[in-house]
């Protein structure tokens, strides 16, 4: 099983797939880590010194990479990474898509609370927060909406993500710790 995380900045895709991994006693992978790791250096720097579109390609060959690679894993992506480079084909071909949509506001709230604007280029030169994040969400909802299976609440828990796995008939390992059906 692959599942992959779509969604916004703030969604709760790394925390979440850190907890399906858990749940599921799979690898769990952020797709920005693999990229960071790869190029040596970290994603503001990547941005300031090659631009998003050197970016953009390297995020699509680390995620092809990673899609091919033979066993299951958790991945949770960058917020554009389903927009660029037909990235979305790729996740949903090689395996389910999860899209976190989490209400702006709350959004708003949770990048407040933090201190992450800054290893995030796009939104630490935006302007007014709600205002980026309403209109990057304009043009990447239609992207988004592709995916799988949609958590629209705002806390996606382990427990309701697998349950949507379950309505949809996805094969799933059994939950860690719990032995498998006879």
């Not at 790869?38 to 699509?60: D, N, S």
């Not at 209109?135 to 427990?159: M, N, V, W």
Request: hydrophobic share 45%; proline share 7%.
């Amino acid at each position: 099983m692959k599942l992959y995380l779509i969604g916004m900045p703030g969604s709760g895709k790394t925390t979440l797939g850190h907890a399906l991994a858990a749940h599921y006693a799979l690898p769990f992978l952020d797709l920005d880590a693999e990229i960071v790791a790869r190029a040596g250096q970290v994603i503001p720097a990547i941005f300031l010194q090659h631009g998003e579109a050197y970016f953009r390609k390297l995020e699509a060959e680390v995620l092809r990479e990673l899609a091919a690679r033979p066993g299951s894993l958790i991945l949770a992506t960058g917020g554009g990474t389903p927009c660029f480079h037909d990235n979305l084909t790729v996740l949903n071909a090689t395996g389910t898509t999860v899209w976190l949509d989490v209400p702006v506001e709350e959004l708003a709230a949770r990048l407040a609370a933090v201190a992450e604007t800054a290893s995030r280029p796009l939104l630490a030169t935006a302007g007014p927060k709600v205002k980026w994040l309403q209109e990057t969400i304009g043009h990447r909802k239609q992207f988004y909406e592709q995916a799988q299976l949609r958590c629209d609440t705002a806390s996606c828990t382990p427990a309701a993500v697998a349950a949507q796995l379950a309505a949809a008939g996805v094969s799933t390992p059994p939950a860690a710790g719990l032995a498998p059906a006879a």
